[in-house]
Nanobody, 116 residues
Framework: QVQLVESGGGLVQAGGSLRLSCAVSGTIFGINAMGWYRQAPGKQRELVATITSGGRTNYVDSVEGRFTISRDNTKSTVDLQMNSLKPEDTAVYYC??????????WGQGTQVTVSS
């Protein structure tokens, strides 16, 4: 059974940093894009950053220049380095993995709370 396991969330003051990690438990063939999404209370889940198997990245405008997504294809892991965090970054962050057959796997989510 395939699972995505996230770690690294927590409580941090505004201006601080956190690093989220997502590891794949189990075997998945044909991994394509990997990414991070977030959902704040009362809001829809939104894309934060994605990275293709070739390393091409995409960020939502609100995190551009502050967050960096990276992946290790040999270990099937994806990380999100978050710097200069703001209170509006507070949300549950979810890891997502998409396969070449367009099947999506989601992690269980990790809470990130940024205090002002």
């Amino acid at each position: 059974q395939v699972q995505l396991v996230e770690s690294g969330g927590g409580l941090v003051q505004a201006g601080g940093s956190l690093r989220l990690s997502c590891a794949v438990s189990g075997t998945i063939f044909g991994i394509n894009a990997m990414g991070w999404y977030r959902q704040a209370p009362g809001k829809q889940r939104e894309l934060v950053a994605t990275i293709t198997s070739g390393g091409r990245t995409n960020y939502v405008d609100s995190v551009e220049g502050r967050f960096t997504i990276s992946r290790d294809n040999t270990k099937s892991t994806v990380d999100l380095q978050m710097n200069s965090l703001k209170p509006e970054d507070t949300a549950v962050y979810y890891c997502k993995l998409s396969t070449l057959t367009r099947y999506d796997y989601w992690g269980q989510g990790t809470q990130v709370t940024v205090s002002s």
